[in-house]
């Protein structure tokens, strides 16, 4: 039983329900005038879309499935990614 918990933890993946757009990143990124959604806004504008963002969060939080993911992780997350 152990093992089997552990290769399911190993190879659980994270998916986002329903689709966002570029657009609506922008406008909740341009809301925040933050100095992080500036970079994170340059750095998605740079990638020609947020399908890398998704992808790369979305295999970050994989190792915090343990310790639970909230908001301010999400948050730290997109700024190092904006960072990136």
């Known amino acids: 039983m152990n093992q089997l918990a552990r290769y399911l933890m190993e190879h659980m993946y994270i998916d986002f329900d329903g689709s966002i757009s570029i657009d609506e990143v922008r406008q909740l990124l341009r809301d925040e005038d933050s100095r992080e959604s500036r970079q994170l806004l340059s750095k998605l ?4 879309g947020i399908d890398e963002m998704m992808i ?3 295999e970050i939080l994989k190792d915090y499935l343990r310790t639970g993911i909230s908001e301010s992780v999400m948050r730290e997350q997109l700024k190092t990614y904006g960072e990136s």
């Open 45 to 48: 504008i740079e990638d020609k």
């Open 56 to 58: 790369a969060i979305a």
